[in-house]
């Protein structure tokens, strides 16, 4: 079975810059989630969606981060204008029920 | 106070060695609660669930007590590969939900 899927792996940009990070998770899971995690810490939620729709988006700094799961697949996040506290993992992940099951990551460095 | 409270360690053990991790959780009315492993540069992946019973895993044994509110995990016979982040994580009901991750337990095995 094929796991959840995320690009690009690495990017590099200057602050100010916009990004974007794309997942596409195991098929048949509803509920996918973005996480950020910064060196040293454990991943942190930023957006939860179940199909289409939002179920959690209190962490997620809306002024600059979005974030959409168009017709309950794949998902975008984005960051705009990205800052230096802005580089971290942003892992995705998907679950059926209990358990979820992580991507391998994007590594975001903003300079 | 945070969420999910470990110690960062790191543990560093000679192989063969029983080791034991604890993590402490603030919401009383969490419902679900996990060991996830994180390898350098990789994914978090899910070593196992934590029931109130206790359960075991070959080496592994997960302990939860909800008075305390407090998990613990047992890793006995200590192997080289075990050498990772254990994550300690909490989650608000009892499917796939909000989980809340520790900041993690650095374990190095040694020769």
């Known amino acids: 079975e094929a796991g959840v899927a995320q690009s690009p792996r690495y990017k590099i940009i200057e602050k100010r810059q916009s990004v974007a990070f794309w997942c596409n998770p195991i098929s048949g899971h509803a509920t996918l989630y973005w996480y950020q995690q910064i060196l040293g810490q454990g991943p942190k939620l930023l957006i939860q969606?179940?199909?289409?729709?939002?179920?959690?988006d209190s962490q997620l700094p809306k002024d600059r981060f979005s974030a959409e799961r168009l017709k309950g697949v794949d998902s975008t996040l984005k960051i705009q204008p990205a800052k230096l506290e802005d580089s971290a993992v942003y892992l995705c992940a998907s679950s059926p029920q209990e358990t979820q099951y992580f991507g391998p990551g994007t590594r975001l460095l903003v300079l | 106070r945070k969420e999910v409270e470990q110690d960062p360690g790191p543990f560093n053990v000679p192989e063969g060695a029983t080791v034991a991790f604890n993590c402490t959780y603030s919401n009383s009315a969490s419902q679900s609660f996990f060991w996830y492993r994180q390898d350098c540069r990789k994914e978090p992946k899910l070593l196992m669930s934590?029931?109130?019973s206790g359960n075991e895993d070959g080496r592994f044994t997960a302990q939860l007590n909800r008075a305390s509110q407090y998990i613990s995990l047992l890793i006995r016979d200590s192997k080289l590969s075990d050498s990772a982040t254990y994550l300690c994580?909490?989650?608000?009901?009892?499917?796939?939900?909000?989980?809340?991750f520790g900041t993690g337990t650095r374990l190095q095995v040694t020769l």
């Open positions: 934590v029931y109130s």
């Open positions: 994580v909490v989650g608000s009901t009892g499917t796939a939900s909000k989980l809340t």
């Open positions: 969606f179940q199909n289409n729709g939002v179920v959690d």
